[in-house]
């Protein structure tokens, strides 16, 4: 028989065709452009990285300065983009989780203001949200010395808002590793209660008794550290304040901005997984006598996580790129940092790489990690 | 969004194809249309009026070229670009040449691929503080909060000055202009920092202009040209010569009213000048009215100068560094012959 006659040599055909084109497709576009950039005159590789980046960042979780290099500079940029997707992250899980059940209460108030939330937040596009809040921010709070000073030790004023952190001190270290620890014991209690009820059916209160031990290690060692109290307050100094936590507007807008726009998206899928767990299910974990606190946790969360599991992924993908919309705000997100890169080196080709490839990262950490949890919450069939 | 725009310019920068590279004199005439990048937002420079009419120090500039091309001034398309976006525009051939208040350096004639013409306009790096502030000098700035465009020399002629000065500043650096006035104008920042002539822009459009001061101290030379691409010689030098020719103009006291009485100069200079002597023009690959066209369809540069941002705008900018050398500026046109 010929081989185009055969169905499978004819498919390994095909493969080996479509690789070649999108090869020799691949091939044309780089070896178009590295001539163009020949032609012109303008540089390319990464070299630049090293070079001094001559300007200043506004924000910079790390050490940086104007006489750092752009590779630095373009660090600190991802680390901003991280820390505001991180912390957007979080609260935007914990709003959405708690709007999403309130659009299930039977109270009509709080479902209805639930809706309302929802509706109004997921339909206005998210780059004037971040306009919106910004904007609010320096129109309506008076400049740093006219601060508001609603609580002792914490400031708001058109630069930002200041409060007082605990001051440095050398227990805070161990502070940190006592919470760690406990975190650690509360984990390995949880498997041993597994355990006893499995074979003995005794229950333990694991909840509760991780709560005490992850807040009481910390506790205990700041008692025997001599219970350091001193508050490092900002103050007023010059043309803004200083010591402190300082959160700028730019900061806080953006914040706002994601998390209000994507939990809004991240109620519904919550709504979504509770209803699609039947009335029965619940009827059925009643009528063979659970406690209300077990039907929750070991009947319906576990159905409604799996349904909930992969759309919420795809929230916090989407918030890990909006956050590039940082750039509209002044927040030096990476986006941020990279443009100015690219404007000062001229080298757009490498910069737009180094931007794909740091969304590409935080977004395939993402999706790996939620891919992990989605799998392990995955229905088990035995 | 935004990286998808980005993604755009990557894919147009990826797919540059040998038709940018030929000549663009022959494009631009085949399109009938020249693509000029602008700024979009500085009154005076480059921004529509109230009728969408394009008005502008740098727009003149652009319209000048079109005269000399193809003896009308409106066969341009203007095209607003941020400070970020506007190299990468010129290097992927979105546009042909870029008249929007762009600083010559070594890294952008180099690195860049790009190459200036002429200088249109000679400015420098100030400050626009409230006058509440009180602050009287940018010595006193240690520790402030400067807003700044992206992707301009400003930003680091910033942090260089402060580097240099020892002193502390936080940035706020946002792209669009109108953006970034009014966070200025809400307080965001202590200072607004851009070049001089910009930042008398930005005062008129302040709701309070009295309010605000500029600085004493210039920190920077910012000598403001219009930009095309790395080898195309030909496209160089008629972006060039429209510039000399508006300053050689003004010397020359041909203005839009007179030039056609001029036609009958004796002056061999100017006959050579204004194509009744034949021969400059088509050295350039143009026609030889070509400089009787920018002069009698957008004026000279003193012209063009007053009526955007001369003493009368609402910009009120003096001549300063900007006047014909015979008057002790730095406007100086080569011979044209």
Same mark, same amino acid.
Request: net charge neutral; glycine share 8%.
């Given at each position: 028989? +010929?081989?185009?006659?055969?169905?499978?040599?004819?498919?390994?055909?095909?493969?080996?065709?479509?690789?070649?084109?999108?090869?020799?497709?691949?091939?044309?576009?780089?070896?178009?452009?590295? @001539?163009?950039?020949?032609?012109?005159?303008?540089?390319?590789?990464?070299?630049?990285?090293?070079?001094?980046?001559?300007?200043?960042?506004?924000?910079?979780?790390?050490?940086?300065?104007?006489?750092?290099?752009? *590779?630095?500079?373009? #660090?600190?940029?991802?680390?901003?983009?991280?820390?505001?997707?991180?912390?957007?992250?979080?609260?935007?899980?914990?709003?959405?989780?708690?709007?999403?059940?309130?659009?299930?209460?039977?109270?009509?108030?709080?479902?209805?203001?639930?809706?309302?939330?929802?509706?109004?937040?997921?339909?206005? +596009?998210?780059?004037?949200?971040?306009?919106?809040?910004?904007?609010?921010?320096?129109?309506? =709070? +008076? *400049? +740093?010395?006219?601060?508001?000073?609603?609580?002792?030790?914490? =400031?708001?004023?058109?630069? *930002?808002?200041?409060?007082? @952190?605990?001051?440095?001190?050398?227990?805070?270290?161990?502070?940190?590793?006592?919470?760690?620890?406990?975190?650690?014991?509360?984990?390995?209690?949880?498997?041993?209660?597994?355990?006893?009820?499995?074979?003995?059916?005794?229950?333990?209160?694991?909840?509760?008794?991780?709560?005490?031990?992850?807040?009481?290690?910390?506790?205990?060692?700041?008692?025997?550290?001599?219970?350091?109290?001193?508050?490092?307050?900002?103050?007023?100094?010059?043309?803004?304040?200083?010591?402190?936590?300082?959160?700028?507007?730019?900061?806080?807008?953006?914040?706002?901005?994601?998390? #209000?726009?994507?939990?809004?998206?991240?109620?519904?899928?919550?709504?979504?997984? @509770?209803?699609?767990?039947?009335?029965?299910?619940?009827?059925?974990?009643?009528?063979?006598?659970?406690?209300?606190?077990?039907?929750?946790?070991?009947?319906?969360?576990?159905?409604?996580?799996?349904?909930?599991?992969?759309?919420?992924?795809?929230?916090?993908?989407?918030?890990?790129?909006?956050?590039?919309?940082?750039?509209?705000?002044? =927040?030096?997100?990476?986006?941020?940092?990279?443009?100015?890169?690219?404007?000062?080196?001229?080298?757009?080709?490498?910069?737009?790489?180094?931007?794909?490839?740091?969304?590409?990262?935080?977004?395939?950490?993402?999706?790996?990690?939620?891919?992990?949890?989605?799998?392990?919450?995955?229905?088990?069939?035995? | 969004?935004?990286?998808?725009?980005?993604?755009?310019?990557?894919?147009?920068?990826?797919?540059?194809?040998?038709?940018?590279?030929?000549?663009?004199?022959?494009?631009?005439?085949?399109?009938?249309?020249?693509? $000029?990048? $602008?700024?979009?937002?500085?009154?005076?420079?480059?921004?529509?009026?109230? !009728?969408?009419?394009? !008005?502008?120090?740098?727009?003149?500039?652009?319209?000048?070229?079109?005269?000399?091309?193809?003896?009308?001034?409106?066969?341009?398309e203007f095209i607003a670009l941020t400070g970020v976006q506007r190299l990468p525009a010129l290097q992927s051939g979105e546009i042909d040449v870029l008249c929007r208040n762009t600083t010559q350096t070594l890294t952008r004639e180099t690195k860049a691929g790009l190459n200036f013409a002429q200088p249109n306009y000679y400015d420098g790096q100030g400050f626009? &503080?409230?006058?509440?502030?009180?602050?009287?000098?940018?010595?006193?700035?240690?520790?402030?909060?400067?807003?700044?465009?992206?992707?301009?020399?400003?930003?680091?002629?910033?942090?260089?000055?402060?580097?240099?000065?020892?002193?502390?500043?936080?940035?706020?650096?946002?792209?669009?202009?109108?953006?970034?006035?009014?966070?200025?104008?809400?307080?965001?920042?202590?200072?607004?920092?851009?070049?001089?002539?910009?930042?008398?822009?930005?005062?008129?459009?302040?709701?309070?202009?009295?309010?605000?001061?500029?600085?004493?101290?210039?920190?920077? !030379?910012?000598?403001?040209?219009?930009?095309?691409?790395?080898?195309?010689?030909?496209?160089?030098?008629?972006?060039?010569?429209?510039?000399?020719?508006?300053?050689?103009?003004?010397?020359?006291?041909?203005?839009?009213?007179? $030039?056609?009485?001029?036609?009958?100069?004796?002056?061999?200079?100017?006959?050579?000048?204004?194509?009744?002597?034949?021969?400059?023009?088509?050295?350039?690959?143009?026609?030889?009215?070509?400089?009787?066209?920018?002069? !009698?369809?957008?004026?000279?540069?003193?012209?063009?100068?007053?009526?955007?941002?001369?003493?009368?705008?609402?910009?009120?900018?003096?001549?300063?560094?900007?006047?014909?050398?015979?008057?002790?500026?730095?406007?100086?046109?080569?011979? &044209?012959?």
């Amino acid at each position: 028989m +010929p081989f185009w006659l055969d169905s499978d040599k004819r498919a390994i055909f095909y493969q080996i065709f479509t690789f070649l084109m999108v090869g020799l497709l691949a091939y044309y576009l780089v070896n178009n452009t590295l @001539i163009n950039l020949e032609k012109q005159n303008i540089a390319s590789g990464f070299e630049f990285l090293e070079k001094e980046a001559a300007f200043e960042i506004g924000e910079t979780p790390i050490q940086y300065s104007a006489a750092d290099s752009y *590779g630095r500079a373009l #660090i600190v940029g991802a680390l901003n983009t991280l820390k505001v997707s991180f912390v957007g992250i979080i609260l935007c899980l914990i709003i959405g989780i708690i709007v999403g059940v309130a659009r299930l209460s039977t109270n009509w108030l709080v479902s209805r203001i639930a809706l309302i939330y929802i509706e109004v937040m997921q339909n206005i +596009p998210v780059l004037l949200q971040l306009f919106f809040w910004y904007a609010l921010f320096y129109e309506s =709070f +008076p *400049g +740093p010395r006219q601060a508001l000073n609603p609580i002792d030790g914490l =400031f708001i004023c058109n630069r *930002g808002v200041a409060m007082g @952190i605990p001051a440095s001190h050398p227990a805070h270290k161990f502070i940190i590793i006592a919470l760690v620890l406990g975190l650690v014991i509360s984990f390995i209690i949880k498997k041993w209660a597994k355990k006893r009820q499995d074979e003995t059916g005794t229950d333990f209160p694991v909840f509760w008794t991780s709560v005490g031990i992850t807040l009481g290690l910390p506790l205990v060692v700041w008692l025997i550290a001599g219970a350091p109290s001193e508050m490092d307050i900002p103050a007023l100094k010059g043309f803004n304040f200083k010591g402190g936590l300082m959160m700028s507007p730019e900061f806080i807008a953006l914040l706002l901005g994601l998390v #209000i726009y994507t939990s809004a998206f991240v109620a519904e899928a919550v709504r979504a997984g @509770i209803q699609a767990v039947s009335r029965g299910q619940t009827e059925a974990a009643m009528s063979i006598g659970l406690k209300k606190s077990h039907i929750l946790n070991l009947v319906v969360l576990p159905q409604a996580l799996r349904i909930i599991i992969p759309p919420l992924t795809s929230q916090m993908l989407n918030l890990t790129k909006n956050s590039s919309l940082a750039i509209a705000i002044g =927040f030096p997100d990476f986006v941020s940092v990279a443009n100015t890169t690219i404007n000062q080196t001229g080298q757009s080709i490498e910069g737009v790489a180094l931007i794909m490839l740091c969304y590409l990262t935080f977004s395939l950490s993402t999706s790996v990690f939620m891919n992990w949890y989605n799998k392990k919450s995955k229905l088990v069939e035995r | 969004m935004k990286v998808v725009k980005l993604f755009v310019v990557f894919l147009a920068t990826l797919a540059m194809t040998t038709a940018a590279m030929a000549g663009t004199l022959d494009e631009v005439k085949k399109r009938g249309m020249i693509k $000029v990048g $602008v700024n979009g937002s500085v009154f005076g420079f480059g921004m529509p009026d109230d !009728k969408g009419v394009w !008005k502008g120090l740098d727009v003149d500039t652009g319209r000048a070229v079109s005269a000399a091309v193809f003896g009308d001034p409106d066969k341009v398309e203007f095209i607003a670009l941020t400070g970020v976006q506007r190299l990468p525009a010129l290097q992927s051939g979105e546009i042909d040449v870029l008249c929007r208040n762009t600083t010559q350096t070594l890294t952008r004639e180099t690195k860049a691929g790009l190459n200036f013409a002429q200088p249109n306009y000679y400015d420098g790096q100030g400050f626009l &503080v409230p006058k509440k502030l009180g602050v009287k000098s940018a010595k006193e700035l240690d520790g402030a909060t400067v807003c700044v465009l992206p992707g301009t020399t400003t930003e680091m002629n910033a942090a260089d000055y402060f580097r240099a000065n020892n002193m502390k500043w936080k940035p706020v650096v946002i792209e669009n202009t109108a953006e970034l006035n009014n966070a200025f104008f809400a307080g965001r920042c202590d200072c607004l920092t851009s070049d001089a002539s910009q930042l008398a822009a930005n005062r008129s459009v302040a709701p309070n202009p009295a309010d605000y001061e500029l600085l004493p101290e210039i920190i920077s !030379k910012e000598p403001l040209a219009p930009v095309v691409r790395h080898g195309d010689d030909q496209w160089y030098d008629i972006v060039n010569w429209t510039v000399m020719a508006l300053i050689q103009a003004e010397e020359f006291g041909i203005t839009s009213k007179n $030039v056609d009485q001029m036609l009958k100069s004796n002056n061999p200079g100017i006959k050579r000048f204004l194509g009744v002597t034949p021969g400059m023009g088509t050295q350039l690959g143009l026609s030889d009215k070509w400089a009787y066209n920018i002069v !009698k369809m957008v004026g000279n540069y003193g012209e063009i100068f007053e009526k955007n941002i001369g003493p009368k705008t609402p910009l009120a900018l003096e001549r300063g560094l900007n006047a014909l050398w015979t008057e002790g500026g730095l406007m100086y046109a080569a011979p &044209v012959r």
